[in-house]
């Protein structure tokens, strides 16, 4: 659960829970203006200060988490509504108890308090000055706030790195490929430069996120011999740096999708062939693919199904080793589909000739 349900929310924009949304806006303002962490002093203080008051402010200006608030705060007893209109919120708040009014208004006082002597502080128009900085602030779009240039160095923000799935052949894997992936980048609003609101508003480009999203395109080569789960490292094609930070990199994480016939056990390639009855018992040359295209392989008299050769050489290469697996194909003996009836006649005279007992020792042992 966010911290916010534990914070007098109202006290904190210095205003009663009873009021209204522009209330709340004008507090908002009121309170940005002291503590803009460009317009104060860039500390950690006013940086907290602000966070603060926004959050306060965003809670209060959503209907819907306002309300949720409230009732965990046991502000109103109006645990079935939402309301609609702040108009109903207020006439609720009004027939309910008044325990919080008290916390509110002493706040009001110190907060009006705190003000006074800020303005005591300072020369005659100063809060003439301030309007005219928060205002240069709050709408300046592109172009950098000239009354700002007192303010400290921002600190430099690293890029975020970018983490991306990229699903390959086989075939593409053995040989290499070239894939154009789009990639999402997470970037500052440009409306709003990540500062989410512009006069005490939510930023209307990026819904008061401060980020913005954007697809952007790169070609990746690909080698030859990438193995499932290998890493690719883009340096700098992450998501931008700010104030002189770093890009983030972009990592493509390969996937080789699955082969019917061919599968991967380290830099072994691993299938199965079907052989007919009769190449098991005669032996043959039969031809088997290979991740590099087709070879002869020799059967020899007396094959059984399951049994296993290896192709030397025939697998995937060491990326670092550059020493290339084997193929490994295991034999099953498949009996054709469609038999003539002189092939079945062939079998039957093999049938009657044939004296042996292949089951006769089954359970002898
Ligand atoms: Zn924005």
């Known amino acids: 659960m966010n911290k916010y349900y534990q914070k007098d929310l109202y006290a904190i924009l210095g205003v009663s829970a009873d009021s209204d949304e522009t209330k709340i806006k004008a507090a908002y303002r009121k309170q940005a203006r002291k503590w803009h962490p460009d317009v104060n002093d860039n500390s950690q203080e006013s940086l907290d200060r602000f966070k603060e008051i926004t959050e306060a402010y965003e809670v209060l200006t959503d209907a819907q988490k306002r309300s949720q608030y409230d009732i965990l705060k046991g502000i109103h007893s109006r645990k079935e509504t939402v309301y609609s209109t702040q108009t109903q919120a207020k006439k609720a708040y009004e027939k309910s108890n008044n325990t919080t009014n008290t916390t509110a208004s ?5 907060t009006s308090t705190s003000q006074k002597e800020h303005k005591e502080n300072d020369k005659s128009s100063f809060s003439q000055v301030f309007e005219s900085i928060l205002d240069g602030i709050f709408t300046s779009g592109t172009e950098p706030n000239n009354s700002n240039k007192k303010a400290k160095k921002p600190k430099p923000e690293n890029g975020r790195d970018i983490n991306l ?20 980048h997470s970037e500052r609003c440009p409306k709003c430069e990540g500062r989410r609101f512009i006069n005490g508003a939510k930023c209307p480009l990026c819904k008061g996120t401060g980020e913005v999203s954007l697809h952007k395109k790169i070609n990746v080569k690909i ?44 830099n072994n390639v691993v299938c199965e ?20 295209g087709s070879v002869s392989m020799k059967i020899p008299a007396n094959t059984s199904t399951g049994q296993k050769f290896r192709l030397s050489g025939q697998g995937i290469e060491d990326q670092k080793s550059k020493k290339k697996g084997d193929q490994i194909v295991t034999v099953k003996i498949e009996i054709p ?3 003539s009836n002189e092939e079945i006649k062939l079998y039957e005279q093999l049938k009657n000739l044939s004296k042996s007992k292949i089951r006769e020792n089954l359970i002898n042992d």
């Open 106 to 110: 002493s706040t009001k006082k110190e």
């Open 337 to 339: 589909k469609e038999l």
């Open 223 to 266: 080698p030859a011999g990438i193995k499932k789960g290998a890493k690719i490292r883009l340096a700098n094609e992450g998501n931008k740096g700010y104030n002189g930070g770093k890009n983030g990199d972009l990592y493509l994480f390969i996937n080789i999708e699955e082969n019917k016939f061919f599968k991967y056990e380290g």
């Open 273 to 292: 062939i079907p052989i007919t009855p009769f190449e098991a018992v005669l032996g043959a040359n039969i031809d088997v693919p290979t991740i590099c």
């Open 165 to 184: 799935n990229v699903n390959i052949k086989m075939s593409e894997a053995i040989s290499g490929t070239h894939r154009t992936v789009n990639v999402l």
